[in-house]
């Protein structure tokens, strides 16, 4: 700890801070804008200046940058201090010069930082009448929009894009005194992150362009505290709603998982809330041949209640995109032997193996921050970028963690002089993929194999650093040493960290990186190890339990059950669509979904189920943090949250003795029924927590139009809803101060209007939230730490004429509901084939080629895409994209063949 003296008064900060950081967490208030906490300092701005003295006789001092000044011990500095004040005053006006008077019509107005730190400084009048410097906007796609002419040249933008997300295409260009931010010309961010520029940005240089369709300003948005759906990391999220629609995505710091920062499918996926392809009403079928029609709650529920008080067996499939409380209500119904987890056979034997290994051990499963700490990391399998974007942001980070600690003499948060002194220097990163990927870039060794042989190269791993542990004798010379080389690597490093997951849907990869981590954890080293996972609620069902499709299939064909109830499942993405066909036959169907899918339009009877944005409940991440989300809007007319309608189900089938009411209820009944859910609770305070005995206001202080916006309905101002289920009020009336880390619901505090408020609500800037980041571990690794996998899969022998199936995936348009947001699927690419050249050129087929790809589960006509690195023999297929949904499964075979000149490409 070092003491440091402010306006003569003594206070305790840590070592290692900037004057700047440490004044801002002991809550004192100096503007700034180019250092930020994630990227630190490099002295752009000079807004932030002080008075430093020498001791406490020195009457004179000096003004310093306290961004670029050490707290050491004894400083002494003032803030108040007119010089300084002055300065600060003299550098907004500065900044001024050329910025537009156009806040009324900014979008950022009303939580601008620079109107905060302008307001702050005392900067009230504008002295300069000449003309002012203009720039031409460009168009940058569809996430972010331009507006220059607002750019105070504080380089955040440049250097959170370029230097700490790996970005190429955005760029500072300077001509005489005029420096300009944007790309060589106007076209798409090559970055999936691109759209933290609208929260990194202190102006409205960069804005949020999906907000601009249905606009509204901060003070009119009402907000709550949620948590991304898009993939199983569980970055937490602060949705805004007005007039009953989703308006935008920001980020909610959580310091353990995303921090700062989501990549573009979070912050822009969310538009699925608002598709017109919505199922907002009951739709009942008369017979099996009629078209689905329209009923009222009222005639569904008297429907519900006539078929399941006819008895009969019932099939509940769940989902891993639906939360726990929904899952668990459906397997009451049910019945655990005939509840289904919902899941593919491949995804659902990946997500048990998942448990088992985290469960067993050998290693803690790492957090996104713990993996962005790590000093050597190896990944099997997983092309983050795509896959679980924000994982592959923080392995960015990780690369400069071992060439820091050979650094000395220069303070970490000096980020320009940092990044001066390392050059290109990075630490070891190693991939093993099947194809390429964006982190690539930063990888000491992109390895390119099959999925086997990705498994065996981490089998040998293992068996280099335990001689116990099984692996093959010999992979070729080549192999042979990276293996060598890698096991080195770790060896060496204080932090090693090991990843694999789901994405090529082999469980000897899977087993292969826990051998790993196990032999690590057997030298007396502490790994850490991520086992990515594909939807949100992945490793949640996998704790809840349930059989596989197949199960539910025998159940309807031997008459075990007349009722089958779908949650929130597109069971064709799951399955062949014969074996979907199967189910569908059941006597009764009841499909309970927020979209319109062809399970639905298949069903006797489809009710609409809440999406996120309207619901409660809770999501366990790929780490096995349980993480509460709560309703940012209450349901419309005729949808309900899917454990109230199947709670109505349960009680018309006698599984239910009484009601549960409340989501509180539910949740303690989970707990005691599966042990390993038992801390569920622990996650976010309950239903009965007040403050100062109010709920917390969704709404802030300047919320308006609450009479208006009714009026053409009544001209008084109408009751708001109830919520049974949350700490949290549809309202402006209840505490608006700064509430527990689980129900922050927006980030603001007097002078502080812009997202750079979070300061405010941490321990410290950059540290976990006041009382704790939020979140509940539910997995801990046993002691005992488990037993090696003997099982290694044998080399990669490609049958004659046929090509092993690798699944490639997107960012955007490989996951189900940003699908349903037309700018994520702006940026989604036509379905593919992907062939090695080597591989294309035996078949006489060319980039572009249409090729015919026989499958099991069907014939596909698809365009080549050639992949130089793409290992022989197989070819890769994007997952999940339009018209390959249920086809593709990993590890099959395919037969290849080009097809003949006018024969249509159609999937």
Not at 421 to 426: G, I, P, S, T, Y
Not at 684 to 695: D, M, S, V, W, Y
Not at 808 to 832: D, K, N, T
Request: aromatic share 8%.
């Amino acid at each position: 700890m070092a003491l440091i003296y402010v306006e003569n008064k003594a206070y305790k900060v840590e070592d290692g801070q900037n004057l700047l950081a440490a004044c801002l967490s002991l809550g004192f208030d100096i503007p700034y804008f180019c250092w930020h906490p994630a990227m630190h300092s490099v002295g752009a701005c000079r807004q932030c200046a002080v008075k430093q003295f020498k001791d406490k006789h020195d009457a004179r001092g000096k003004i310093v940058m306290s961004c670029m000044t050490a707290a050491v011990d004894g400083v002494r500095i003032s803030i108040k201090d007119p010089e300084a004040h002055a300065f600060r005053a003299a550098v907004i006006e500065w900044l001024m010069l050329n910025h537009p008077h156009d806040c009324p019509v900014c979008d950022e107005g009303g939580e601008c930082h620079l109107q905060d730190m302008t307001v702050m400084t005392g900067h009230t009048r504008r002295r300069y009448r000449s003309n002012k410097r203009t720039f031409r906007n460009q168009d940058l796609g569809p996430f972010v929009s331009h507006e220059m002419n607002r750019c105070i040249q504080c380089y955040r933008c440049v250097r959170f894009y370029r230097d700490y997300a790996g970005g190429r295409d955005l760029e500072s260009f300077s001509l005489r005194n005029q420096v300009y931010f944007g790309r060589h010309e106007s076209g798409i961010l090559e970055s999936e992150f691109s759209g933290n520029l609208v929260e990194i940005c202190p102006t409205g240089v960069f804005t949020d362009k999906s907000l601009k369709q249905h606009y509204a300003r901060k003070w009119d948005l009402m907000t709550a505290p949620s948590v991304c759906v898009h993939c199983g990391l569980g970055c937490n999220t602060i949705p805004g709603e007005r007039y009953g629609t989703l308006r935008r995505i920001r980020n909610r710091y959580n310091g353990e998982v995303n921090g700062y920062f989501l990549c573009d499918r979070g912050r822009y996926g969310y538009l699925f809330v608002n598709s017109p392809d919505r199922l907002r009403q009951p739709l009942q079928r008369r017979s099996r041949n009629a078209a689905p029609e329209p009923v009222s709650v009222e005639a569904a529920l008297a429907k519900v209640e006539k078929i399941f008080s006819g008895g009969g067996g019932v099939v509940g499939i769940g989902s891993p995109r639906a939360p726990l409380e929904a899952n668990y209500a459906l397997r009451r119904l049910s019945g655990p032997d005939r509840f289904i987890a919902g899941q593919s056979d491949v995804d659902l034997a990946l997500s048990r193996v998942a448990r088992q290994i985290l469960s067993e051990g050998p290693a803690r499963s790492c957090s996104i921050s713990e993996a962005a700490d790590a000093d050597a990391v190896f990944v099997l399998g997983e092309d983050l970028s795509n896959f679980a974007p924000r994982l592959s942001l923080a392995l960015m980070q990780s690369v400069r963690r071992q060439p820091l600690e050979g650094l000395e003499g220069i303070p970490l948060w000096q980020d320009a002089a940092v990044r001066i002194a390392l050059q290109d220097q990075r630490g070891p990163l190693y991939l093993a993929m099947p194809a390429p990927t964006r982190l690539d870039a930063v990888a000491t060794v992109a390895y390119q194999d099959s999925p086997s042989g990705i498994a065996r190269l981490g089998f040998a791993v293992a068996n280099r650093l335990d001689r116990n542990a099984p692996g093959p004798e010999t992979l070729g010379r080549d192999a042979d040493s990276l293996a060598a080389e890698i096991a080195a690597a770790l060896v060496g490093a204080k932090r090693p960290l090991v990843i694999s997951g789901a994405g090529l849907g082999s469980e000897a990869v899977m087993q292969a990186a826990a051998n790993v981590a196990r032999a690590l954890a057997g030298r007396g080293q502490a790994p850490g190890l991520c086992l990515t996972l594909p939807e949100a609620n992945s490793l949640g069902a996998a704790l809840i339990g349930g059989g596989g499709l197949s199960r539910a299939v025998k159940a309807v064909e031997t008459g075990e059950a007349a009722t089958i109830v779908i949650l929130e499942n597109d069971l064709y993405r799951r399955a062949e669509p014969l074996l979907v066909e199967r189910l569908l036959a059941a006597p009764r169907v009841i499909v309970l979904d927020h979209l319109l899918n062809p399970a639905v339009e298949r069903a006797d009877m489809a009710l609409p189920a809440a999406t996120f944005a309207e619901s409660d409940g809770t999501l366990v991440s790929s780490e096995g943090r349980a993480q509460r989300f709560f309703k940012v809007m209450p349901p419309g007319e005729g949808v309900r949250e899917s454990w109230r309608w199947i709670e109505a189900m349960a009680l018309a089938a006698g599984a239910l003795e009484s009601p549960w009411g409340t989501i509180d209820n539910l949740i303690r009944d989970m707990a005691a029924d599966i042990p390993a859910l038992a801390p569920v609770g622990e996650a976010a305070p309950g239903e009965g927590f007040r403050l100062h005995g109010q709920k917390i206001a969704r709404q802030p202080r300047g919320y308006s139009g609450r009479t208006a916006m009714n009026a053409s309905v009544n001209v008084r101002e109408p009751r708001p809803p109830g919520d049974p289920d949350s700490p949290l009020a549809f309202s402006m009336e209840g505490f608006q101060g700064r509430p527990p880390a689980p129900l922050i619901q927006r980030y603001w505090s007097p002078g502080w209007n812009s997202v750079q408020a979070l300061n405010k609500f941490q321990d410290e800037v950059g540290g976990p939230l006041k009382g704790g980041d939020p979140g509940k571990r539910l997995i801990n690794p046993a002691a005992s730490g488990g037993s090696y996998s003997v099982q290694f899969p044998e080399p990669f022998v490609r049958p004659e004429g046929e090509w092993l199936i690798v699944p490639l995936y997107h960012i955007f348009g490989s996951e189900e509901l940003s699908a349903f947001s037309p700018p994520v699927m702006e940026l989604a690419p036509a379905a593919y084939v992907a062939l090695a050249p080597d591989d294309a050129a035996g078949l006489g087929a060319r980039a572009g080629s249409l090729v015919e790809v026989a499958l099991p589960g069907g014939t596909l006509r698809l365009p080549v895409r050639l992949i130089d690195s793409l290992p022989e023999g197989t070819a890769g297929l994007p997952v999940y994209l339009p018209g390959l949904e249920g086809i593709v499964s990993p590890g099959e075979f395919a037969r290849i063949r080009v097809m003949k000149q006018g024969q249509q490409g159609l999937t």
